[in-house]
């Protein structure tokens, strides 16, 4: 037999096992399930692109957006490291507004479903007199406009397409590590494209920047308060769901919104099963959750007081107040990055800038460990910035 050499055109697989042959030809098992209707180059003309924010940007912010688009405008890669709650999205706009008038195709990918459903909300109020898409399992009968948001599952569609292509939480499920969706991802480039995360690995940063990227840093909110560090509360198993029914109450009763965090869907339904009957005017949330968008929604309008949830509101939830508490915080599916992705759901909002993050435990771990020396590895470089500001 032969030398095997087939490379799959569309993920780039050359693995024999993942390869099957149907009528004499090859064809890849691991991006088979991707198969629909695709967005060929097409050119757009220059449009005027008027944003509109309800508030300011910091100066670090404003600083940044300029370096991204002289990045852009000199054919350049970025990525953004950037802390929980520094306000990512918002740094992007100006680069976005500018692809946008000179007649660019431009996108904005994320993991998950949930977070394109949010972020193309926000973008519909920012970009008032633009298209915004949204593209995701099961809404795809759109899948052109000024502005695609989509999840990274959806870059398939769009070969050779992006002039501008954004790529946020590149280090969350399932995007991290997928060969396949980190191939669709860089045949939708034509263009230039912006990585961005609060959480990226040395190795990430330094492949990246040995590729020819410029790294942006920024350790500080846009309020500039520090961010929460975890406290740990060291309890057996089978006292855990009583401290977290005992958290849950003291939170409440000071009239504050509480996210718990269950590592499995299993936990998450058995937690709140023991919880309901005790603590009324609450709800659960899961990937599997029917309904998941509208339970979410009315806990934002104050119908619910608590949610306990899995890993699906890990990222791109900002809201007013809310508390943290990570049930069972050393299960192995928590490593340090996802803790302080959770960590960072707490304080994002100025008028609201600080609150609580618990993780009930019993035992520390190196990755419990690694997030709070992370977490006050940022806070000190705040510090040392306001010193050098002064």
């Known amino acids: 037999m032969g030398a095997f050499s087939f490379v799959c055109p569309i993920c780039g697989n050359s693995d024999r096992n993942s390869i099957g042959i149907r009528n004499g030809k090859f064809y890849c098992r691991k991006c088979i399930s991707f198969r629909g209707q695709e967005v060929f180059q097409t050119e757009q003309?220059?449009?005027?692109?008027?944003?509109?924010?309800?508030?300011?940007?910091?100066?670090?912010?404003?600083?940044l957006g300029e370096e991204l688009l002289k990045n852009f405008i000199k054919h350049k890669n970025s990525f953004v490291y950037a802390v929980c709650g520094s306000?990512?999205?918002?740094?992007?706009?100006?680069?976005i507004s500018y692809a946008i008038s000179k007649g660019k195709n431009v996108g904005f990918a994320v993991p998950r479903r949930d977070v394109v459903i949010e972020l193309g909300e926000r973008f519909k109020q920012i970009f008032k007199e633009n298209t915004i898409v949204e593209v995701y399992g099961g809404h795809t009968n759109t899948i052109k406009g000024d502005l695609i948001c989509c999840t990274t599952h959806q870059l398939f569609r769009y070969p050779g397409y992006f002039d501008l292509l954004i790529l946020d939480e590149i280090d969350a499920f399932p995007f991290h590590e997928n060969e396949?969706?980190?191939?669709?991802?860089?045949?939708?480039?034509?263009?230039?494209?912006?990585?961005?995360?609060?959480?990226?690995?040395?190795?990430?940063?330094?492949?990246?920047?040995?590729?020819?990227?410029?790294?942006?840093?920024?350790?500080?909110r846009y309020h500039r308060y520090p961010l929460p560090v975890p406290r740990v509360i060291i309890v057996s198993k089978s006292?855990?769901?009583?401290?977290?029914?005992?958290?849950?109450?003291?939170?409440?009763?000071?009239?504050?919104?509480?996210?718990?965090?269950?590592?499995?869907?299993?936990?998450?339904?058995?937690?709140?099963?023991?919880?309901?009957?005790?603590?009324?005017?609450?709800?659960?949330?899961?990937?599997?959750?029917?309904?998941?968008?509208?339970?979410?929604?009315?806990?934002?309008?104050?119908?619910?007081?608590?949610?306990?949830?899995?890993?699906?509101?890990?990222?791109?939830?900002?809201?007013?107040?809310?508390?943290?508490?990570?049930?069972?915080a050393n299960h192995s599916i928590y490593n340090s990055y996802a803790l302080i992705q959770i960590a960072g759901r707490v304080g994002r909002k100025k008028e609201d800038?600080?609150?609580?993050?618990?993780?009930?435990?019993?035992?520390?771990?190196?990755?419990?460990?690694?997030?709070?020396?992370t977490i006050e590895w940022s806070n000190k470089n705040l510090q040392n910035l306001f010193k050098t500001d002064t």
């Open 239 to 328: 006292m855990q769901k009583l401290a977290c029914y005992r958290l849950i109450k003291n939170l409440t009763q000071k009239g504050k919104p509480v996210f718990v965090f269950t590592p499995t869907i299993r936990l998450c339904e058995e937690l709140f099963g023991s919880l309901k009957y005790f603590l009324p005017h609450g709800n659960y949330v899961h990937s599997k959750r029917e309904n998941r968008q509208q339970i979410i929604q009315q806990f934002r309008e104050g119908k619910y007081k608590y949610l306990i949830t899995t890993s699906v509101l890990e990222r791109g939830v900002t809201m007013k107040g809310l508390q943290v508490v990570v049930f069972q």
């Open 87 to 95: 306000g990512k999205t918002e740094i992007t706009l100006r680069l």
């Open 353 to 373: 800038p600080e609150g609580n993050v618990i993780f009930l435990s019993n035992e520390t771990n190196q990755e419990i460990n690694r997030c709070i020396r």
């Open 45 to 63: 003309s220059e449009k005027p692109v008027i944003w509109d924010l309800n508030y300011e940007l910091s100066e670090d912010q404003k600083e």
């Open 180 to 220: 396949v969706l980190n191939a669709f991802s860089r045949r939708s480039v034509k263009g230039n494209f912006v990585m961005m995360s609060a959480t990226p690995s040395q190795e990430q940063l330094h492949n990246f920047e040995k590729d020819g990227g410029i790294i942006l840093q920024l350790f500080t």
